[in-house]
């Protein structure tokens, strides 16, 4: 070949009204230009909401209205917008299905067993909270959205559910479980101010299981987590020490729960 047969030709830079078509990621390139062609799952959220109401502890859960399990009670939940925030996600579905705003969501556990829900391959990301025994009272709760009721449900009387969510239930409780054993969550559960009588029925009820009396109340005060507040609670017996957990107690818990 001679020299006046080479011929340069220049790139041709790609025309915007046709775009490269591609289906596999090979390297980073801004948002929009590329897609992915492995199948993508749904991803939902859903809310375990526990509290201490009539000597109890409950979970709070939404009737179906629509199929799939239309009728049957469920976790507060639902799916996740593509440009969510999953807590922002969560907070969203239990403030729509049940009017319970305003609460600290600690994620729990995410569930995705491929045939969990007859709709499709749909994966959930579950989150707990515990409210007192003074926050649940004071909360009007407002079926809405997708449910059709809600209502405080005992955790050792639970209705038939949908999904897998008595699995999901079972999960929170053996977590708040063993948290309770060895940490200061108890104060999530109950009021302000309490009895000794009234710390130990929380935790029989948690655990189920009896506790000795005279070993718990040595062990709690022994733990450093609660003072007397100076107020009594008169009753059919002799008058009661109300007692409180700690600043120091509730600083370290909460610091727990920012980084579990």
Request: proline fraction near 7%; charged fraction near 25%.
């Amino acid at each position: 070949m001679c020299q006046n047969d080479i011929k340069l030709v220049q790139p041709v830079p790609p025309s915007v009204e046709t775009p490269t078509k591609l289906t596999t990621v090979t390297d980073p390139s801004p948002a929009g230009l590329y897609t992915y062609a492995h199948p993508r799952p749904a991803v939902t959220v859903d809310i375990i909401l526990f509290t201490f109401l009539e000597a109890d502890l409950k979970v709070l859960l939404v009737r179906r209205a629509h199929p799939p399990f239309a009728g049957r009670w469920a976790l507060p939940g639902g799916f996740a917008n593509i440009d969510e925030d999953l807590e922002d996600a969560a907070l969203r579905e239990l403030r729509e299905e049940t009017n319970v705003a305003d609460i600290y969501l600690e994620q729990l556990y995410t569930f995705g067993a491929p045939d969990r829900d007859p709709r499709g391959r749909v994966i959930t990301v579950a989150y707990f909270a515990l409210l007192s025994t003074d926050q649940a009272q004071r909360i009007r709760l407002r079926a809405g959205d997708d449910a059709a009721q809600t209502d405080w449900w005992s955790i050792y009387r639970l209705p038939a559910l949908a999904f897998d969510h008595e699995r999901i239930i079972q999960y929170a409780i053996q977590r708040l479980r063993w948290k309770l054993e060895w940490t200061a969550l108890g104060f999530l559960l109950l009021p302000a101010e309490f009895t000794l009588s009234e710390l130990q029925r929380v935790y029989e009820t948690v655990l189920n299981e009896p506790l000795d009396k005279r070993n718990f109340r040595r062990k709690m005060l022994a733990a450093d987590v609660l003072e007397p507040t100076g107020n009594l609670r008169e009753g059919d017996h002799r008058p009661a020490k109300l007692y409180r957990f700690t600043a120091k107690a509730i600083e370290l818990e909460q610091a727990r729960r920012r980084f579990p």
